[in-house]
């Protein structure tokens, strides 16, 4: 059974950084993509970013492009988003998900299996 696990959110104040983890369980990192998404209050969720497993590749919003960095860690099973500078319109309820790789479609919740519960990302001072 597929579980992702989100980890690192919590209260930032505006231009502060945070580490977000997604820890991976029951599937490895080898193959298709994993990417987050957030939930702000009354809003719908949205794509912020993605990498392709296969080839490492990473994939950005335009909202989040130069402030925030995906990355893998293959041996943990886990994927990263660094998230600097952060502004309050960045508060949201953050999830990964996993599925397999589109680079036409990454941005789309279907095209994702298996999602964590997410984490809370409030930006405040």
């Known amino acids: 059974q597929v579980q992702l696990v989100e980890s690192g959110g919590g209260l930032v104040q505006p231009g502060g950084s945070l580490r977000l983890s997604c820890v991976v369980s029951?599937?490895?990192?080898?193959?298709?993509?994993v990417g987050w998404f957030r939930q702000a209050p009354g809003k719908e969720r949205e794509a912020i970013s993605c990498i392709s497993n296969h080839d490492g590749n990473t994939y950005y919003m335009d909202s989040v492009k130069d402030r925030f960095t995906i990355s893998r860690d293959n041996a943990k099973n886990t994927v990263l988003l660094q998230m600097n500078n952060l502004k309050p319109d960045d508060t949201a309820v953050y999830y990964c998900?996993?599925?397999?790789?589109?680079?036409?479609?990454?941005?789309?919740?279907?095209?994702?299996?298996?999602w964590g519960r997410g984490t809370q990302v409030t930006v405040s001072s």
């Open positions: 998900a996993k599925g397999p790789f589109r680079s036409t479609s990454w941005w789309l919740e279907v095209m994702y299996d298996y």
């Open positions: 029951g599937a490895t990192l080898d193959h298709g993509a």
